[in-house]
């Protein structure tokens, strides 16, 4: 009971303290601060109410167990991000969206290609593409290079929409104007159209940094060395080793939030002049 | 009409050529051993036809693929396991289920965060950190828990649907709720609208388009979630069950009839609401 009514009453006052904290002026640190608290919180409710119900360590462990765990096993979880992490949804990630790209250059002079793939390419964007995954492990065989090759089928298509969209984003003032100044097809590309198309690119970069980890795992689940994230965490459920599922998670978010992190911060040196990065 | 059907056609022809040629390349292999060990040479078209009519071929062509989800919708009675309708149809609720309760979860909650300012600064940044977060690798947990507490069926399955669906939502009526510019809210404030009417009267009618470009992806990424919620129940129903089912039998015509028919599904809802926008949008006189 004492459990329970402590993370109620940690509830109220950390929501209060936010509420409170957000009529102040928006400031860095504030906006840091509040979402900080919010997660603290839960953090600390999850805890609290995995004690106070007195819930089994198999249907939902304590963060605290999860942390234990995850300083335990480090060498595990870092066999296997470098297993699926690295060989194989960051290998996928750059052979997909350098494909995708190089692919809309390529059609970038046929406007005819370009009105068929885009609508085909919005399509196949939105199919089911994790389905190829058990296909692509039985051609690529079960090491990293099956996922590696699900990601890329994962990220070509979404990338390639956003390039080809990003290419036409120049208007024609502009494009008329390079042509007075009797640019060439590749000056106007580099100077003028590919700048102008960095924040659809990222845009499609963004998109697919979480997608590639998807991928990456979840072909695992169809076979897969005794190493890698997707084949711990299936076998682990199986073990009911809930722990150090969670702690697989985790290395998961960590990961692709820094993936993210990481591509956003290149966007913002990239594409400074943008209106949605400039200060507010 | 022309202009725009022809490039898309050339695409999707040049697609199947494609398909038909990759049929070829990668089930020579197994067509010249199979021809070795018949003590037979194989002519060029022989070899073509027998790459386009293997049992398990590596790639099948399109139309084994066709012909099997002939076979396994219009000639199987709906109730059979053998027949793709009826997985089709377990995962089709699965999905529908998701998106539903994605779709709420997700417009309730941009309704908070447009309110309260609190909410903003707190819970949004969380939204977006959540989908860093590949929710598909848990699927396995969320099920197998959820079955140990009891919870089986569908509800797993939308659970993880849900989770996929809802962060389009938040994100696009976040925006669309605060679509509307200061001028038309100081409008509102001149008619002494309360919060609830200036939501009603001016928020909700904004968000509109915003809301169908959101609900087109939430619904594809929740039958991304009900398949792959599919995979771990051990192969029972679904079209990701036919999907596990195949590849460990090495049924690859099975995995691509699956697969095909995913696709259609996707298709078809994401069409349906595609129309439900063009209608809705029309009526309310924001096409333009």
Known sequence: MIWISGALVFWVLMWMLNVKLSRRPSSRLVGLLVPAIFGVSILVIWEALVHGFEISPVLLPAPSAIAVRFA??????????????????????????????????????????????????????ALPIVGLAPILVMWFGFDWQSKSAVVVVMVFFPMLVNTVEGLKASDHMQRDLMQTYGASYSQGLTKLRLPAAMPFIFNGLKICSTLALIGAIVAEFFGSPVRGMGFRISTEVGRLALDMVWAEITVAALAGSAFYGSVALIEKSVTFWHPSQRKR | MISRVAPVATVVLAIVL?????AVALNSAWAHDKAKRANVTLGFNELVMDTWAQEKPRLPAPHQVIAEIYKTTVLKKITSKRSLIWHGWVTLSATLLGFGLGTGLGISLAVGIVHSRAMDMSVL????????????????????????????????????????????????????????????????????????????????????????????????????????????????????????????????????????????????LVAIIGFLQSITLRRMGMVR
Not at chain 1, 94 to 113: E, K
Not at chain 2, 18 to 22: F, I, T
Request: glycine share 8%; aromatic share 10%.
């Open chain 2, 125 to 268: 940044p969380w939204v977006i950190a959540s989908q860093t977060i590949p929710i598909l690798a848990i699927a396995p947990m969320i099920i197998v828990v959820l079955n140990a507490v009891g919870i089986s069926g569908l509800l797993p399955k939308a659970m993880i649907s849900m989770y996929l669906s809802f962060f389009p939502v938040v994100v696009g009526m976040v925006k669309g709720l605060r679509a509307p510019d200061s001028m038309q809210l100081d409008q509102m404030h001149t008619w002494n609208s309360s919060r609830s009417t200036m939501f009603w009267k001016l928020r909700l009618p904004s968000s509109m388009p915003y809301l169908f470009t959101s609900l087109k992806i939430a619904m594809a990424a929740s039958l991304v979630g009900a398949i792959v919620g599919e995979l771990p129940t051990g192969a029972v129903a679904g079209l990701g069950a036919r999907l596990l089912a195949g590849s460990y039998y090495g049924q690859t015509i099975q995995i691509w009839s699956a697969l095909v028919s995913a696709a259609i599904l996707a298709a078809t």
């Open chain 1, 72 to 125: 335990n096993s480090l060498p595990t979880l870092w066999v296997d991000f470098v297993q699926t992490f690295v060989k194989g949804a960051m290998s996928g990630y750059i052979i997909g969206c350098g494909a995708a790209f190089l692919t809309a250059i390529a059609v970038d002079r046929s406007p005819f290609l370009q009105r068929g793939l885009l609508p085909v390419g919005n399509f196949v964007a």
């Open chain 2, 18 to 22: 494609l398909w038909y040629a990759g």
